[in-house]
């Protein structure tokens, strides 16, 4: 993916934005201070879910907002062969206006513009430590009001763009220039942690670790359409991860009436709740399985909502039936061998999900 900021793909997202004011704080200050000793790297970690890329498009917003040239690359699974890839994907492909604002671009090495086709099959024998000069020298010349490079799932990202930013973060630039990382911190690679690290104690890094969304954020801006109970119970199953409390509300609200009023935990499995619209992925899998119980079919759609990370607790706050229950459920399931348990434990699978 290779936009300019001002592409759709990178706009704020049309929903609510909650509960992370302390940590837009933390970025508004960064770029009060930037080019004048303050940190030039932000390094956002977290679990998968925990709202890591939103809040880059967040801070992409508010930067352009302040007039700063926005470039956002992200790092992917797949291309770790490509060298510089995420840099890549955020230098390759600038609009006009981010040229006219930010000239010192057209001035960055070709292999950061996406120019590896040499270097695919690791035929680059480039000067590296040549390039990384390079390229800090040109940052280093950015001027006016300013660039910020969102680089998103750096987890994922090549040997090349590790020691590019390790480079970065030992030699700060003077300029207003940031670079934002955003990355899960279990899947780094030890020598992108170590470098980030040094960078906190040097001061070149201000770290944020993203931790759960607040319930009550959750509750009243994101789930205002439920009983504030019903919310509460999905926020708690969801334990404040956005991802799994936005997964378990759409899964909640597909698995009933709209509107209907929320059943009280303990309720019967064959309640009002298994007769409401479905989504595509359980209408088909209940269409299959028109011999099983409704409790069994509602986890058996749900958890084909949730995939790898759906747990019994998790079950039971979508489908309002105590855990127990849900559990017996899961037996009948997997007798019939429609559901596996994954590997992870505590975790189930849909069969045949991989
Ligand atoms: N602070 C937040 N307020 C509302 N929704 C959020 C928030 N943070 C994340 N989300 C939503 O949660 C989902 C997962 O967030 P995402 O940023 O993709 O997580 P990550 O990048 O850490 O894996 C997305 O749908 C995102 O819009
Ligand atoms: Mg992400």
Known sequence: ??????????????????????????????LERLADGGPSVVDITGEAGIGKSRLLTEFGVRARRRGMTVLRGQAAEYERHSPFQPFADAFAWVGRRDLEAVPELRELPAMLRGSFEEASSGRWTGDRFGLYQETAAVLGRVRGTGLAVLLDDLHWADPASLELLDYLIRHPLRAPVLLVVARRDRQTPMVLTTALTRGVDTGAVLRIALGPLGERDCVEELARDLPPRRAAEIYAASEGNPLYFLTLLQAHRGSRPPLMPSPPLSAPAEGPTGSGPRTGLEALLLDELPSLEPLERRILGATAVLGDHATPEMLGAITAVPVSEVVEALHQVMKRDLMRPSNAQDLIAVRGDG
Not at 2 to 24: G, L, N, T
């Open 1 to 30: 993916m290779s936009v300019a900021y001002d592409a759709p793909a990178v706009r704020a997202d049309s929903e609510p934005f909650v509960s992370r004011s302390a940590e837009v704080d933390r970025l508004d200050a960064v």
